[in-house]
T-cell receptor
Framework: NAGVMQNPRHLVRRRGQEARLRCSPM?????VYWYRQLPEEGLKFMVY????????ESGMPKERFSAEFPKEGPSILRIQQVVRGDSAAYFC?????????????FGPGTRLTVL | AQTVTQSQPEMSVQEAETVTLSCTYD???????LFWYKQPPSRQMILVIR??????QNATENRFSVNFQKAAKSFSLKISDSQLGDTAMYFC??????????FGTGTRLQVTL
């Protein structure tokens, strides 16, 4: 059973470009979480999605950031018009359910560098 | 809102010795879980140990154990017989009914010869 897959592992963008980060959850998992880790900091929650639904987006910046988890295919975190402050590692985690006792399994992360 | 505080930015321990990493938290919920994650230089997040708040018995996983003091809202991690491979960032985290994880700022552990 493959783990959580994220691609690309490294992404370089120039200011103003768009960044698309993909996350394929573990088989059988229908809940996906995105976290951001700025340099030398802990992970910060961004958004929680279930298939075709956004459950909690309280950690998402109000502008330029969006996320989706379609019925088919991976979850996508999209950052429009990237700025240098968006440079960070973005981690995706998945779980089989959304209750408090469900463990979240993390992917290897995507490191975004904005030039 | 839930918060997690790790007051030790860096720790060092000699190989084969024991080290304790501190974590305090705050939550208004009764049903929650606490976690310790390890992040080696590869940056992969690895679950080390987890504790269910309603269980009084401290969790253990091989060389890793926790001291869970619910009234004090303290959740420290003890690593026994430290190994070079334990060198990593260690993050304490909490989750509740909202499912999302709230992390502390981390403790960088260096295991030396």
């Amino acid at each position: 059973n493959a783990g959580v897959m994220q691609n690309p592992r490294h992404l370089v963008r120039r200011r103003g470009q768009e960044a698309r980060l993909r996350c394929s959850p573990m088989k059988g998992h229908s809940h996906v979480y995105w976290y951001r880790q700025l340099p030398e900091e802990g992970l910060k929650f961004m958004v929680y999605l279930q298939k075709e639904n956004i459950i909690d987006e309280s950690g998402m910046p109000k502008e330029r950031f969006s996320a989706e988890f379609p019925k088919e295919g991976p979850s996508i975190l999209r950052i429009q018009q990237v700025v240098r402050g968006d440079s960070a590692a973005y981690f995706c985690a998945s779980s089989p359910g959304g209750t408090v006792n469900n463990e979240q399994f993390f992917g290897p992360g995507t490191r975004l560098t904005v030039l | 809102a839930q918060t997690v505080t790790q007051s030790q930015p860096e720790m060092s321990v000699q190989e084969a010795e024991t080290v304790t990493l501190s974590c305090t938290y705050d939550t208004s919920e009764n049903n929650y879980y606490l976690f310790w994650y390890k992040q080696p230089p590869s940056r992969q997040m690895i679950l080390v140990i987890r504790q269910e708040a309603y269980k009084q018995q401290n969790a253990t996983e091989n060389r890793f154990s926790v001291n869970f003091q619910k009234a004090a809202k303290s959740f420290s991690l003890k690593i026994s017989d430290s190994q070079l491979g334990d060198t990593a960032m260690y993050f304490c985290a909490i989750t509740g009914t909202a499912s999302k994880l709230t992390f502390g700022t981390g403790t960088r552990l260096q295991v030396t010869l």
